[in-house]
């Protein structure tokens, strides 16, 4: 080792070298998240050319080999010789931050703004390959091992067609995994098919033989249907598309009989997961809207205070889609998560106050019920502050808690919080194993009595009416619903730790319906984790191994003779067992439960934990391949 550091330290990357030694600082990670983000990026940029009026088909093609090629109906690529010597297509794909996008003129409105996409793709690939078409020729290079280019471009003759197509092969080098996922690019591109009328997107896989294609015509009407499919709802959809000051603003709304609110925003067709302005502008406008009417129609009296935003928006499915021009675009990150543009808030609260006020006039029975719904939230809210309130004065509501969690949760000893984890155990016999195997100085355990109640269609005071649900509010510290606060968790960790059975899992599904529809910020923030117990405890020449599935078991045993045992619950584990292979940090294997695509997550939990079995049976149906074999063979 040496502490020699000047200028001989200093290591410039060339090119796409950076991306390929740093390959999470451009698409997040090399898993499988980061490798659909390859197929993102370019999908993206033929959505640009539709959504700039450029083409009606966009289409994905899983291929045999394992490359991924996408093809669009737009202008083509430009193939024209650039200022810097390469053609403007080699520029495009192998020089960062270059791309039509920086250039006025080019496109009205884009979702790629930062211009890194198809060369960050080519970086992180084995090959790609490029077919323009274009001013009635077509054209054609290849790029291999990470960027390089490995043909001329050149032009193969005539064609009556316009656009481009890529094909990539992701690098095994890179990616922990090269598998794209059918059913997640499936997803993607219905979610995009919603924001894009009349484009036709479509997606082959031709290794697995699945096939889908999306087209809408009325995308919001239809995104609204998709969501709320589940939800008894109190009026048809309310969408609405206006200009203003060159920002198109289209919104969707509509109240269910629920008691959470979901909102979906887009920036040009990109999912801005962490909000930004035009989700102010909309909530502003809901607010205020709702509290004027209420005034001016007798629901509100001179003495009352005003609806809070929470209380107005209580079981509201809304969908923002804004298009702005290159301009006045401002995302804050790489990853489009969060809109910046102060113009679009008032865009979007101008036309969602006019739109929204129209519709309560016009619809004075709907809006009387719609009032009376955000009156309930109110006074459930208020009361449930006045408790809060009396919790934080102190000793009467510490014995309240005290009383809660007396003789069931076994605490850590530590306070420092960002140590602690909390395990949620099923089962008593499982909870006193794990109190005797634990490190009690940072884990704490909550043994659960039986399954907890399905929260989808509950509202809070069910909740806390619920003896399991109420300990483990009580426990983490933090309140639920509307009063939730993440500063105020008691336990950086939250690890679900149930039976590896059908049992187990429908006691883990519950659970984390509980989490996403009340403490929603847990998973967002990655505070939820699920344990995973072995199934099996392997002896073999005298040593001890454990398999979490029958394909670890085979290669653990192989062809050897064996002592198996199969562990039927966490209760057959002793002490020492279940901390060495649930509970150990340095042994363990946890999931932990993340929120990627908040559409699909929420028509999941809708359906397959809400009331109308026929949903959940078909999806059961369509998703699910049942078995009665099992392997139990000892060899």
Not at 54 to 68: E, M
Not at 248 to 277: C, H, P
């Amino acid at each position: 080792m040496t502490n020699k550091y000047d200028a001989s330290s200093i290591k410039i990357l060339e090119g796409l070298e950076a991306v390929r030694v740093r390959p999470g600082m451009y698409i997040g990670s090399v898993d499988s998240r980061g490798l659909h983000h390859l197929v993102w990026e370019i999908l993206d940029n033929a959505i640009d050319e539709s959504l700039n009026g450029y083409g009606k088909n966009i289409s994905i093609v899983l291929n045999k080999d394992g490359s991924c090629t996408i093809t669009d109906e737009g202008r083509g690529m430009p193939i024209d010789m650039h200022e810097s010597g390469k053609s403007a297509l080699e520029v495009i794909f192998t020089v960062l931050h270059a791309g039509g996008k920086f250039e006025e003129g080019a496109y009205k409105t884009s979702g790629g703004l930062h211009g890194v996409g198809a060369s960050v793709v080519n970086a992180l690939s084995e090959w790609v390959e490029v077919e323009v078409c274009k001013d009635k020729k077509r054209y054609f290079i290849r790029f291999e091992d990470g960027g390089k280019k490995a043909s001329k471009l050149e032009c193969l003759g005539a064609t009556t067609k316009s656009g481009s197509r890529v094909t990539f092969k992701p690098d095994k080098r890179i990616f922990s995994t090269t598998e794209f996922n059918y059913h997640t690019i499936e997803t993607r591109i219905q979610e995009q098919a919603f924001l894009l009328n009349g484009v036709k997107l479509s997606v082959d896989d031709n290794i697995n033989d699945h096939h889908n294609s999306f087209e809408y015509h009325d995308g919001l009407v239809s995104f609204m249907d998709y969501l709320n499919e589940d939800k008894d709802v109190l009026h048809k959809t309310v969408s609405a598309s206006v200009k203003v000051n060159r920002i198109d603003v289209n919104f969707a709304f509509q109240y269910t009989d629920g008691y959470q609110e979901n909102l979906f925003s887009f920036t040009n067709l990109v999912r801005t997961k962490d909000g930004g302005t035009h989700e102010v502008g909309f909530k502003t406008a809901f607010t205020k809207t709702i509290n004027d009417y209420a005034r001016n129609h007798g629901f509100l009296k001179d003495k009352d205070k005003n609806f809070e935003g929470n209380d107005v928006r209580e079981g509201l499915t809304s969908i923002i889609s804004v298009s702005i021009p290159e301009d006045l675009l401002q995302f804050e990150g790489q990853t489009k998560s969060k809109l910046g543009t102060p113009e679009a808030k008032t865009a979007v609260e101008n036309a969602v106050s006019e739109q929204l006020l129209y519709f309560l006039e016009e619809n004075k029975e709907t809006a009387g019920n719609i009032i009376k719904k955000i009156q309930k939230a109110c006074q459930a809210r208020e009361a449930a502050r006045k408790a809060k309130e009396e919790a934080r004065k102190g000793k009467k509501n510490d014995r309240k808690s005290e009383k809660i969690l007396s003789g069931k949760l076994a605490n850590a000893q530590s306070r420092d919080a960002s140590k602690l984890e909390l395990f949620l155990v099923e089962g008593d016999s499982a909870g006193g194993s794990a109190k005797q195997g634990r490190d009690s100085k940072y884990q704490a355990i909550l043994p659960l009595r039986g399954k907890v109640l399905n929260t989808e269609r509950a509202s809070m005071s069910d909740i806390e009416k619920n003896e399991e649900l109420n300990t483990i509010i009580h426990a983490i510290g933090a309140g639920a619903g509307a009063n939730f606060c993440i500063d105020d968790i008691n336990y950086d960790k939250i690890i679900i730790m149930t039976d590896a059975d059908t049992d187990g899992a429908h006691i883990q599904v519950l659970l984390l319906t509980f989490f996403y529809r009340y403490m929603r910020e847990m998973i967002e923030t990655g505070h939820i984790y699920i344990a995973m117990p072995p199934l099996y405890m392997v002896k073999k020449n005298k040593e001890v191994f454990y398999a979490y599935d029958d394909e670890e078991l085979n290669q653990i045993r192989g062809n050897s003779k064996v002592e198996l045992k199969r562990f039927k619950g966490l209760g057959e584990m002793n002490a020492g067992e279940l901390w060495e292979t649930t509970m150990n940090p340095n042994t363990r294997t946890l999931v932990q439960v993340t929120l990627e695509d908040a559409a699909l997550c929420e028509r999941r939990v809708s359906v397959l934990m809400g009331n109308k079995a026929e949903l959940r049976r078909e999806w059961i149906d369509e998703n699910i391949d049942f078995t009665l074999e099992e392997d139990y063979r000892v060899m």
